[in-house]
């Protein structure tokens, strides 16, 4: 019973290596466009690792079986799926950036800046596990939670928005992966989703970002989780949480 968690995490980890299988499969050069199906499905691969990462937690809980071994597993697991596979996201999506344009005879220096967020996920994850105090707010976004953006991208689709035009342009990508890794190594105070009591006025920024994520995935459907992201990360802006949960 005291290693079904552990499972749990390692099915994360599996999920993380299957999207990375499925992301290396893309290639804009085979006439696919953001709709492939080899980056689809690495995203999905993603989210589906990203509900895995919730449920771990919960099954530790549920059997009582929470351990040192288990917190580091997580982050190893994390590393890959929320750190490494939307890595190679981005490198994919840069070569599509690069892939019509002839002036750049070897894109791979220019793809390679990709790589600075999985960097940025392993640092705050080795933070994270050396600081106790990140139990009701976070220091720095979670990685999970940039995992999920950007593996939300590809998928996202909002009525004529021409999501593949815009990923055509390097710089947006390169200005995402810098904005993204500050905000996971930075101390930044970022509030968690643990509700510490009962009180509306103790958890009023956690009610208004449920509240976002409802509407907006209704409104916007995968295109809502950047839009949650940024609502989450005003809202710590804001509304600062401090160390015993209160705001």
Known sequence: MKQIPNLFTLLNLFFGCVAIVFIMQYNPQGGLNLSGIGLMLGSLFIFLAAV???????????????????????????V???????????????????????????????????????????????????????????KGVP???????????????????NIEAFFKNPYIIYTIIILLSYLMVSNIPMMSLKFKSKAVKDNIDKILIVVIAVVAAIVFQWA????????????SLFIRPDQSGSV
């Open 52 to 78: 895995i990462d919730f449920l771990d937690g919960f099954v530790a809980r549920l059997f009582k079986a929470t351990s040192a071994m288990g917190e580091q597993l997580d982050s190893l697991a994390d």
């Open 80 to 138: 890959v799926s929320f750190g490494v596979a939307p890595g190679m996201l981005l490198f994919k999506m840069l070569e599509l950036s690069f892939s019509n344009n002839p002036e750049i005879s070897n894109p791979l220096w220019f793809q390679l800046p990709a790589f600075i967020l999985p960097c940025a996920a392993a640092w705050r994850l080795a933070k994270f596990n050396l600081d106790k105090e990140q139990r009701y707010y976070f």
């Open 143 to 161: 990685t999970p939670a940039v995992g999920l953006v950007i593996a939300s991208l590809p998928l996202a689709r909002v009525g004529n928005w």
């Open 224 to 235: 809502a989780v950047p839009i949650v992201f940024v609502a989450y990360v005003l809202l």
